[in-house]
């Protein structure tokens, strides 16, 4: 099995920043894409950020030059460093992660983190 913990959620005023970091555990051969994918009330759920296990990296148009995600490979870990944030931000924060698994039938599956609160107030 494979488990996302997410911390680093909060409330905020406009202008300020946040950092959210993510771990993940279980039987894991390799992560393929992680990052954060958000949902603000009555919205769906949208990408944020996301690197590839290459370094590439993939950013919501709405946060680009904010909002910074980060992996660390060896201990697969991701983090989003939230700088200038704004009302429209505010949403729950859900990490997510394409794992192979370490298991003797190979799979891929599609985990997510039970969610982060961020709230910006102005």
């Known amino acids: 099995q494979v488990r996302l913990v997410e911390s680093g959620g909060g409330s905020v005023q406009v202008g300020e920043s946040l950092r959210l970091s993510c771990a993940a555990s279980?039987?894991?051969?390799?992560?393929?894409?992680m990052g954060w994918y958000r949902q603000a009330p009555g919205k769906q759920r949208e990408l944020v950020a996301t690197?590839?296990?290459?370094?590439?990296?993939d950013y919501s148009n709405s946060v680009k030059g904010r909002f910074t995600v980060s992996r660390d490979n060896a201990k697969n870990t991701v983090s989003l460093r939230m700088n200038s944030l704004k009302p429209e931000d505010t949403a729950v924060y859900y990490c997510?992660?394409?794992?192979?698994?370490?298991?003797?039938?190979?799979?891929?599956?599609?985990?997510w983190g039970q969610g982060t609160q961020v709230t910006v107030s102005s």
């Open positions: 997510h992660a394409s794992i192979e698994t370490a298991t003797l039938s190979r799979q891929f599956i599609d985990s």
């Open positions: 690197q590839r296990s290459s370094g590439t990296t």
């Open positions: 279980g039987n894991i051969a390799s992560i393929i894409v």
